[in-house]
């Protein structure tokens, strides 16, 4: 069974049982788009491949503390491809979810593995004001959320020891 969450309310914020199940999925922001860009982003969701009918275990937030989640994260490392630039905007979801950069993953969520690349040498050669005002701004218009420069400062070292290991 997949689930694919749909906001329709601007500045919607979950709680309680509904925050835990969307903070681990991609959600369409029917609020964001045009109407038709909102459905094929739906239709496009609902057709991607469910890494859980492919035989692994859900993605959990490493907060859980589910001894399953290491072996979670070998399974989803056998899926995604060696390569960044190969990765799909799933393979770019399940992984910062995978590091606990839940906010990050809303932020980003039509990133593919070229896109982190991008993100990556921009946030590396523009001033680091510059980047955290362009991410806080995105962040409170896209998500309606501060940004957490912890989780900004995460990213990009995840990102720095993924490029690394290319």
Same mark, same amino acid.
């Given at each position: 069974?997949?689930?694919?969450?749909?906001?329709?309310?601007?500045?919607?914020?979950?709680?309680?049982?509904? *925050?835990?199940?969307?903070?681990? %999925? !991609?959600?369409?922001?029917? +609020?964001?788009?045009?109407?038709? #860009?909102?459905?094929? =982003? &739906?239709?496009?969701?609902?057709?991607?491949?469910?890494?859980?009918?492919?035989?692994?275990?859900?993605?959990?937030? *490493?907060?859980?503390?589910?001894? %399953? !989640?290491?072996?979670?994260? +070998?399974?989803?490392?056998?899926? #995604?491809?060696?390569? =960044? &630039?190969?990765?799909?905007?799933?393979?770019?979801?399940?992984?910062?979810?995978?590091?606990?950069?839940?906010?990050?993953?809303?932020?980003?969520?039509?990133?593919?593995?070229?896109?982190?690349?991008?993100?990556?040498?921009?946030?590396?050669?523009?001033? &680091?004001?510059?980047?955290?005002?362009?991410?806080?701004?995105?962040?409170?218009?896209?998500?309606?959320?501060?940004?957490?420069?912890?989780?900004?400062?995460?990213?990009?070292?995840?990102?720095?020891?993924?490029?690394?290991?290319?």
């Amino acid at each position: 069974m997949k689930i694919v969450p749909v906001l329709l309310q601007e500045h919607y914020k979950p709680d309680g049982w509904l *925050l835990f199940l969307i903070g681990q %999925l !991609l959600y369409v922001d029917f +609020t964001r788009y045009e109407f038709a #860009r909102a459905i094929e =982003i &739906l239709l496009k969701e609902l057709k991607a491949e469910n890494i859980s009918e492919m035989g692994t275990i859900p993605v959990r937030p *490493l907060e859980d503390t589910d001894p %399953l !989640l290491s072996m979670t994260s +070998t399974l989803l490392s056998s899926v #995604r491809p060696e390569n =960044i &630039l190969e990765w799909a905007q799933t393979h770019v979801q399940n992984w910062l979810i995978e590091h606990n950069l839940i906010q990050m993953s809303r932020l980003l969520a039509d990133c593919d593995g070229r896109s982190l690349v991008y993100l990556s040498k921009y946030m590396k050669n523009n001033k &680091l004001r510059h980047i955290s005002n362009s991410f806080r701004e995105d962040s409170l218009r896209r998500l309606n959320q501060n940004l957490s420069l912890i989780e900004l400062s995460r990213l990009q070292s995840l990102m720095d020891q993924q490029l690394l290991n290319q």
